[in-house]
């Protein structure tokens, strides 16, 4: 369910309002797009000859390309935050309206993606506030009873936003032939191969037995080797000090 909400972003985004439109606002407009189509090297006079501007605007307004390119971060994540909770309210309805009408916000979900995959400080900066937000929408399905509590909150979150935007990842740099527009309208177009393994894996589970996590939570809270002495092997194994102890029924 994670990475459906996650979709969201293509579908569900706030984009500047029409009082918004300074020239500032503009340029910033412009390099979302120049960003999210060419990369993070495409040259400022790109920009400024798209955003019908000069280049020396662009410098007055900004400074630098990494002050640009901060901004511009910072308003692709504005958006993304922005995200409605339609789907924790009725996954069901939202997920058949995605389907017949998913929308599309290409630009801010080629954005993300380019971020992420440029590396370096600025990656993880901006990877740290999409896990901020997974984790309040994460926190939201579990107190709707959307979705089931984990041992392990943080770990779970940061999985999921790993495996989604990795996976979308994936998908962007083995077609780079594909303009934006082309890739998110493959998304949709393969979507209808992603939707039903998804919904069966984290409705159903893949494993038929739970013998490897009821390994893996004593292998956790009482490792092997660790308790050679037969006295202290009968008493009962503390709880890890950072690991939760499984939850009791």
């Not at 300074?22 to 390099?31: D, F, N």
């Not at 440029?118 to 107190?143: K, N």
Request: hydrophobic residues 45%; proline residues 8%; glycine residues 6%.
């Amino acid at each position: 369910m994670y990475s459906i909400l996650i979709m969201r972003t293509a579908a569900d985004v706030d984009g500047p309002s029409p009082s918004d439109l300074t020239a500032r606002a503009r340029i910033r407009e412009v390099a979302i797009e120049c960003f999210a189509a060419e990369g993070f090297d495409v040259p400022m006079r790109t920009i400024a000859t798209r955003a019908e501007v000069s280049l020396g605007l662009i410098t007055h307004h900004f400074g630098s390309k990494a002050a640009l390119r901060t901004e511009c971060d910072a308003e692709v994540l504005r958006r993304y935050h922005a995200l409605k909770s339609e789907a924790i309210a009725d996954p069901s309805g939202y997920l058949i309206a995605r389907l017949t009408a998913p929308g599309a916000a290409v630009s801010i979900l080629v954005y993300i993606l380019r971020a992420i995959h440029a590396g370096g400080r600025p990656a993880r900066t901006f990877l740290e506030s999409l896990v901020e937000h997974a984790r309040a929408v994460m926190a939201e399905s579990v107190a709707s009873g959307l979705v089931r509590p984990s041992r392990d909150e943080e770990a779970r979150v940061r999985y999921l936003t790993y495996q989604a935007m990795g996976a979308l990842l994936v998908q962007f740099l083995t077609t780079p032939e594909l303009t934006p527009d082309e890739f998110v309208a493959s998304l949709r177009d393969g979507r209808s191969d992603t939707v039903l393994p998804v919904l069966e894996l984290y409705t159903e589970g893949i494993l038929t037995s739970r013998a490897m996590l009821d390994d893996y939570l004593s292998y956790l809270w009482e490792p092997p080797g660790t308790r050679s002495d037969p006295e202290a092997a009968a008493a009962p194994a503390p709880a890890s000090p950072s690991t939760p102890p499984p939850p009791t029924a």
